[in-house]
């Protein structure tokens, strides 16, 4: 099985300072990664995903923007974070572009945005 | 499109007593259905999944879920809960594309009072 690495795992930032999380993936190629946010106390919402290099996807209009530069690397960025951006970032994968592949979670980063 | 609706948000049981968790789906594809849970300040960790095949889909930690077609249902169940099973429980479905993109819902909490 594959393994997501993410990090940072908390950091507080201030408003309009630039964001950067990363994600690496160990145990396979090729994956599909994704940027999900969960809010307090709501659901996981879809960000962005990626099934190849340089390709991404956006599935929401927001402050954020994803970059995919090495296969199994994804990387969450923004150039000015507002109070919004605050949350819980979790980044996952899943091998392969079989519909129902199992997809693997990292352990999460929290943002807080002050 | 897809979605879920996870119609408790929280859900209090005692301990060694059955639970079930009720979500529901829609979508205008194949249906590929999960459970994940998130235990405090984690990631998420796939419970089960259905893809095909016998409707009653067996998973980690004792649950089980149960996909019914005409009822667009995948409720998830325990017959009898530990205190080690508080945590939150999110129902998801897949978009059935290529892109493997994993919806969910806005999950439901399980508290196990002793």
């Known amino acids: 099985s594959q393994t997501i690495h993410q990090w940072p795992a908390t950091l507080v930032q201030p408003v309009g300072s630039p964001l950067s999380l990363e994600c690496t993936v160990e145990?396979?190629?090729?994956?599909?990664l994704y940027w999900y946010r969960q809010a307090a106390g709501r659901g996981l919402q879809l960000l962005f995903y990626?099934?190849?290099?340089?390709?991404i996807s956006s599935e929401v209009p927001q402050n954020l923007s994803a970059s995919r530069p090495q296969d199994r690397q994804f990387i969450l960025s923004s150039k000015k974070l507002l109070l919004s951006d605050s949350g819980f970032y979790l980044c996952?994968?899943?091998?392969?572009?079989?519909?129902?592949?199992?997809?693997?979670f990292g352990e999460g980063s929290w943002l807080t945005v002050v | 499109a897809q979605s879920v609706t996870q119609l408790d948000s929280q859900v209090p049981v005692f301990e060694e007593a059955p639970v079930e968790l009720r979500c529901n789906y829609s979508?205008?594809?194949?249906?590929?259905l999960f459970w994940y849970v998130q235990y405090p300040n984690q990631g998420l960790q796939l419970l089960l999944k259905y893809l095909s095949g016998s409707t009653l889909v067996k998973g980690i930690n004792g649950f089980e879920a149960e996909f019914n077609k005409s009822q667009t249902s995948f409720h998830l169940r325990k017959p009898s809960v530990h205190i080690s099973d508080t945590a939150e429980y999110f129902c998801a479905v897949s978009d059935g594309t290529g892109a493997n993109t994993l919806f969910f819902g806005t999950g439901t909490r399980l508290t196990v009072i002793p």
């Open positions: 145990g396979t190629s090729n994956p599909n």
């Open positions: 979508s205008s594809v194949s249906v590929y």
């Open positions: 990626s099934v190849g290099i340089g390709q």
């Open positions: 996952a994968g899943a091998t392969g572009i079989t519909s129902g592949n199992t997809i693997y």
